[in-house]
């Protein structure tokens, strides 16, 4: 498919561009998770050369878009973190005019506009990334990867999910396959990659699911149960992820 890639460099509107096909993408638990809330408005404007877009070869359709940001880190891809997503945010912002050196890029998300999905894109999107990393000298491309289709599997340990094997002896997950295909090693689970907290009475409009009581519910898009407490009025989803890194140079 004819693309042209643009950046928040070149454009000041891919905040906006982005969020064209970001709503329609995720379930709207996902919307709700306490780093980002935190962070995600200040990467458009600190690190906008970062953020991508696939547009049409001659409009402005978004066809994909695709999140990353540098990090001073420089350990061996044994030692990430438990925690994934939400500390490579954190790890991130706590460095900012540090001065230091950035080592690294981090892969936040790629996404398909939904009528595009099931063509290949998200190859594209991947390779971006690496051209991104590249572009800026840095040593490795470290994913977070969320394997989409464990959300089929709610009950079962990520361990054993991500060593799911298809007839090819390739991931059984389908965006795990997109790394490993491009190359990435599969490193380490990170259990608590993500955190997302509401009250019940949140979880329940952005799920349309009722919570009467205490307990672990499976929900629509999770990859693992979220844990109900009536007792503390709270709700909570710590959603695990896998290390794959990319080696860039
Ligand atoms: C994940 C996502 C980017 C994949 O995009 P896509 O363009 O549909 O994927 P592709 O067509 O490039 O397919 C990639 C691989 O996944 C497989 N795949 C795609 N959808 C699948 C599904 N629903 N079930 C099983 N496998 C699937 C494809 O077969 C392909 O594997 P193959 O090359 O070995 O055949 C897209 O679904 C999306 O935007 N999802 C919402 C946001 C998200 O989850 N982003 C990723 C985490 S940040």
């Not at 094997?165 to 490193?187: C, I, S, Y």
């Amino acid at each position: 498919m004819d693309y042209r890639v643009v950046t928040g460099r070149e454009r000041n509107d891919i905040e906006s561009l982005q969020q064209v096909i970001i709503k329609a993408a995720w379930p709207e638990f996902m919307n709700h998770d306490v780093y980002i809330s935190r962070y995600w408005v200040t990467i458009y404007r600190r690190f906008p050369e970062y953020q991508y877009a696939l547009l049409g070869s001659d409009d402005d359709r978004v066809l994909a878009i695709g999140n990353t940001l540098p990090l001073v880190w420089d350990d061996e891809p044994g030692d990430l973190p438990d925690r994934g997503l939400d500390w490579a945010l954190e790890h991130c912002f706590n460095h900012l005019d540090s001065g230091m050196e950035y080592k690294v890029l981090c892969a936040f998300q790629i996404v398909v506009a939904t009528d595009l999905l099931g063509r290949g894109l998200s190859y594209d999107g991947v390779r971006e990334m690496i051209k991104v990393g590249r572009e800026y000298g840095l040593k490795k491309l470290i994913a977070p990867v969320r394997p989409n289709q464990k959300s089929k599997y709610p009950l079962t340990p990520m361990i054993n999910y991500i060593n799911w094997k298809n007839e090819q002896g390739l991931p059984f997950d389908g965006w795990m396959r997109v790394h490993a295909r491009l190359g990435a090693a599969t490193v380490r689970v990170c259990p608590e990659s993500m955190l997302i907290e509401g009250t019940p009475a949140e979880w329940e409009l952005w799920t349309g699911i009722k919570f009467p009581e205490s307990g672990e519910y499976i929900v629509p898009g999770a990859l693992v149960p979220v844990k109900i407490d009536r007792e503390t009025n709270r709700g909570t989803y710590i959603e695990p992820n896998l290390w794959m890194v990319h080696t860039l140079r």
